[in-house]
């Protein structure tokens, strides 16, 4: 499971300079580039589906409620 946030919008993965060599570090760009990261990641695990092996991202702040009401067999995206 990782954790995102909606800061992977405001900074996509710099390839070119993933560690600031390059450029200015900006802590805010860090934060969304690391969380752009995390995001790439669960995309690229898909290969290991077969091996059963998932990798999930969110951003908590979007979730829906209804993924925390433990009193329902509903699946969250259905009932979001």
Known sequence: MIVSS???RQAPFDFADP???HRPYDAWTAYGQSKSAGVLF???ARRW???GITANALTPATSSPACNDTSTTTPCARSA
């Open 19 to 21: 560690h600031f060599e």
């Open 49 to 51: 589906v077969g091996d």
């Open 42 to 44: 669960a995309v690229g």
């Open 6 to 8: 909606g800061a992977h």
